[in-house]
Nanobody
Framework: VQLQAYGGGLVQPGGYLRLSCAAS????????MAWHRQGPGNRREAVAA???????NYANSVKGRFTISRDDAKNTIDLQMNSLKPEDTAVYYC???????????WGKGTQVTVSS
């Protein structure tokens, strides 16, 4: 499975960005797709996840501001990020987990910078 993320950039506090991730390869083997991030000096952390059934899960720090969605026809997931804060600044990574949880795939990160 190959993952390609798009949509990072520089935005002012309170602004919004939309990240997209396109998946290719053995898509049928994937159950969970997610976004993780790693800010300066921080560990990589899970931000949002969505299953094939549409169940979503969010980190407490982004609940109510971020929305994850998936389009199985296009093999993409999106992360709509609203009300961005400077602490959201990080490299964001697209992630996929296989149905048997034995395999995990990562895309190259995309930088999101929230600054005035």
């Amino acid at each position: 499975v190959q993952l390609q993320a798009y949509g990072g950039g520089l935005v002012q506090p309170g602004g919004y960005l939309r990240l997209s991730c396109a998946a290719s390869g053995s898509i049928a083997s994937i159950n969970i797709m997610a976004w993780h991030r790693q800010g300066p000096g921080n560990r990589r952390e899970a931000v949002a996840a969505i299953t094939t059934g549409g169940t979503t899960n969010y980190a407490n720090s982004v609940k109510g501001r971020f929305t994850i969605s998936r389009d199985d026809a296009k093999n993409t997931i999106d992360l709509q990020m609203n009300s961005l804060k400077p602490e959201d600044t990080a490299v964001y990574y697209c992630n996929a987990v296989s149905r048997d949880y034995n395999d995990q795939y990562w895309g190259k990160g995309t930088q999101v910078t929230v600054s005035s």
